[in-house]
């Protein structure tokens, strides 16, 4: 099955970049992610077979981020090896607790001590910019185990650091156990405590909050080795996914009726996904595997207040008001009240969001929505 999925993104990958739209914009990519589950479940061979695709069918010479996203248990010193002679140079690896008993809680299927030895399996062949995962706001999570998940994270040092709230995704194990009544998530009040001690923790050792969820240790350039990647998700760049599941972004576009944007999406089915992609040509006649939505300006002028404001940057104002000047003007009279209650901050030219809010960041953000 594994072949045939490569097989499948080789040819999406190959009709993608033979496609007008990519044809005609001419840019190179300067990020490249493979994610969006476990891609280490994959065989180096097959890694290979998918990148090789990528060089061939767009203009990418050397991308400045190569993220490949790993689970713990694939990483040997054989695979790490692997990964490197790729010209992949960031790992992203999904650690969420260094509790054995909380990992078990949360299905994963690896222990914390393997979680470390990986980490130093990667650090020895080579890589430079790791960046690990872990999870708050759970039921089994103490407040002293919070501290001792992040005394360990730092006491690994690595580059980039997400941490996210415990969340109920429909079809999960966890979903099973709240629709046996099980207690899943702790109170808001804790939560909100837990993340306090996440930014306090990290700004203690060194690490920069450049986002709601995302911290980061300064490079030997000086720079911040935030995730490039995603970072242009937060600042509206145009981005290409491919894969079931995976979500495509034009960036805003000029329209005969005004701007406007697209949104596309792969349906995270997977065998539907190989048999439209398969190299027989067979269909999934009536099936869709993808679909798309069109945005409006209002739609624009929303998102870029909900990505922009996730940030330590914020946002300019003007660029609200280059979307749309009457809803520019609509929303400035809130943005002056939310200063003065003190849950915007506006200072060199840009509004922000006090990282002691960011935690509520979500009814800051929707109470700026039109």
């Known amino acids: 099955m594994r072949d045939k999925y490569v097989e499948a993104l080789c040819r999406e990958i190959e009709q993608a970049g033979c496609s007008e739209q990519v044809q005609n914009n001419g840019r190179s990519a300067g990020t490249v992610y493979i994610g969006g589950g476990t891609p280490s479940v994959l065989s180096i061979r097959q890694i290979e077979k998918i990148i090789d695709a990528v060089k061939k069918h767009f203009p990418i010479s050397s991308p400045e981020e190569f993220t490949i996203e790993v689970n713990p248990d694939d990483i ?9 002679s790729l010209s992949i140079n960031r790992i992203s690896m999904g650690v969420q607790s260094f509790h054995n008993g909380a990992l078990k809680w949360m299905n994963r299927r690896h222990t914390a001590e393997r979680a470390a030895e990986a980490f130093h399996t990667l650090r020895n062949c080579g890589f430079e910019n790791i960046s690990l995962d872990l999870i708050f706001g ?24 997400s941490a996210y709230q415990m969340s109920v995704e429909p079809g999960s194990a966890v979903a099973a156990m709240v629709r046996r009544g099980e ?11 837990q993340y306090s001690l996440l930014q306090e923790f990290l700004k203690e050792n060194g690490y920069c909050q450049y986002e709601i969820s995302n911290f ?44 406007y944007a697209v949104r596309r999406w792969n349906l995270p089915a997977v065998k539907r996904y190989c048999r439209h992609f398969s190299a027989s040509g067979e269909k999934d006649t009536g099936l869709p595997v993808s679909g798309s939505e069109h945005l409006g300006v209002t739609d624009i002028f929303n998102e870029t207040i909900m990505l922009r404001l996730r940030t330590s940057q914020g946002l300019e104002p003007e660029s609200l008001e280059r979307i749309s000047a ?16 003190g849950e915007l901050l506006s200072e060199g030219g840009k509004i922000r969001i006090p990282p002691e809010k960011f935690f509520v960041s979500d009814g800051i953000i929707r109470d700026l929505f039109i």
Not at 76 to 84: I, Q, W
Not at 183 to 193: F, I, P, Y
Not at 223 to 242: M, Q
């Open 326 to 341: 009457p809803l520019f003007a609509e929303t400035i009279p809130r943005i002056e009240r939310m200063v003065e209650r």
């Open 76 to 84: 040997t010193p054989e695979y790490a090896s692997g990964l490197k």
């Open 216 to 259: 980061a240790r300064t490079g030997k350039d000086g720079s911040l080795l935030k995730a490039l990647h995603n970072s242009s998700y937060w600042s509206g760049e145009p981005y290409l996914g491919l894969g079931p599941g995976a979500h495509s972004y034009s960036g805003i576009l000029h329209g005969d009726k005004g701007l």
């Open 138 to 161: 759970y039921a089994l999570l103490s407040g002293q185990m919070w501290e001792e998940d992040l005394e360990q994270i730092c006491a690994l040092a690595p580059e980039h650091l």
């Open 183 to 193: 207690k899943v998530v702790r109170s808001q009040q804790e939560c909100a405590m």
